[in-house]
């Protein structure tokens, strides 16, 4: 099998909706109740509370591949059996790379395009992660009551290892901001190569991200299920076999604070 990277949203506690059947829209609390304090027989003024809607709408997302007919007469075991778990895997994949940061044509909308998260700068070019760094990550979401659920960190490969080599404090501490090979400040940290890490700023390139938040608050919405194809036919001249897979989400962040990012780390 090819090396590929881990699927990691339903792991952190991304939620999953399945069967849906068509355009879904989730209440939501915009602007909450104001509660008052009154005198002995006095009313308080209406809370007025604000609502909201999140709609979800299925995208489709599919990948195909032609098998040969001496491929598979040839293989052990069966061709189009591997591509077909191959496929399952890459769609797998598809799906939590848009989750983190989808908003291309005809893509979902991911954490980091979502529109009101938290932002946590690092220079006008970007630099190198720290302490207070990931402090400010946390504080976004907190300030915000929003520092509840399943509660992570996710990030690429080398800002994970810049944070394992990286004192606390420069020059006068002996740990490393990241001194657990899993955890950061008691929150499970995932590095995955779908976290983007060719990001640009300023003079800047090649910079990382770094999300914190509730993953809980990250909902999947699945319109029936991966579908898988094996058609015969269409090549049918020369014998080969095309197997095709579609699957029809969406991804939508339920509340845009319990989500904060920086996304010009520096790792070299």
Do not use: C
């Not at 098998?67 to 895997?89: C, G, Y």
């Not at 979902?108 to 207070?132: C, E, F, K, R, Y």
């Amino acid at each position: 099998d090819s090396l590929r990277a881990k699927s990691i949203i339903f792991e952190l506690g991304a939620v999953r909706m399945g069967g849906l059947v068509g355009d879904v829209a989730i209440p939501a609390l915009n602007a909450k109740t104001t509660a008052y304090w009154v005198a002995e027989n006095g009313a308080p003024t209406e809370g007025a509370p604000t609502v909201r809607q999140i709609t979800m709408s299925p995208k489709t997302v599919g990948a195909y591949v032609d098998l040969s007919r001496r491929l598979m007469l040839q293989s052990s075991p069966a061709a189009e059996e591997i591509f077909r778990n191959d496929m399952v895997q890459q769609i797998a994949t598809a799906i939590d790379t848009v989750a983190i940061n989808g908003g291309g044509s005809n893509e979902p909308t991911g954490i980091l395009q979502t529109t009101g998260i938290g932002s946590v700068n690092m220079g006008d070019n970007g630099l190198a992660p720290t302490w207070a760094s990931v402090v400010n990550l946390i504080k976004e979401v907190a300030i915000d009551n929003a520092e509840q659920g399943s509660r992570a960190f996710i990030t690429t490969p080398a800002v994970a290892s810049k944070l394992r080599s990286t004192a606390k404090v420069s020059g006068t501490d002996s740990k490393m901001i990241m001194d657990d090979k899993s955890e950061l400040f008691g929150y499970k940290v995932i590095a995955t190569s779908l976290v983007p890490s060719n990001l640009t700023k300023g003079s800047g390139s090649s910079l990382s991200a770094m999300i914190f938040g509730n993953f809980n608050d990250l909902v999947v919405g699945e319109w029936g299920s991966l579908d898988v194809i094996f058609d015969p036919y269409t090549n049918s001249t020369t014998g080969a076999m095309r197997v095709t897979a579609f699957m029809d989400v969406d991804v939508a962040v339920r509340h845009a604070e319990s989500f904060a990012a920086i996304q010009d780390l520096v790792t070299t």
